[in-house]
């Protein structure tokens, strides 16, 4: 099965892949100052996961995650439909909080937005 990473355009394709997500069966496609991203595909359905460092109107920076999901037929609209509550109320938020303390983990001490990845245009 081809992979998205196989369809990035070339910058991307050309990053580093970066860390996996522990105990999850996602591939991670690229690694970027600023952003993350990593997919999963099987039977039921094919996804991405993307984490992001955002400018916010404060001078700062926040985290920002997308989920993209495409079912693979019925099977999977079905499935994805019923686990659906389960992803949204379980499976994000402890993504999310876990990534916090990940992130807290690798830059323990103070932080303030000089240290926020650099981003083109800024």
Do not use: C
């Amino acid at each position: 099965m081809a992979t998205l990473r196989d369809r990035l355009p070339a910058d991307l394709r050309g990053a580093r892949p970066g860390p996996g997500l522990r105990g999850l069966p996602f591939s991670p496609l690229y690694l970027l100052d600023d952003e993350w991203a990593a997919e999963i595909a099987n039977q039921t359905m094919h996804g991405v996961l993307h984490l992001g460092w955002v400018p916010d109107n404060s001078g700062g920076y926040r985290g920002q995650m997308t989920v993209l999901v495409k079912p693979n037929g019925l099977l999977g609209s079905g499935y994805l439909a019923a686990i659906r509550p389960f992803r949204h109320l379980i499976v994000y938020p402890a993504l999310i909080r876990q990534t916090r303390r990940d992130w807290h983990a690798l830059t323990a001490g103070p932080r303030t937005s000089a240290h926020a990845p650099h981003t083109a245009g800024n």
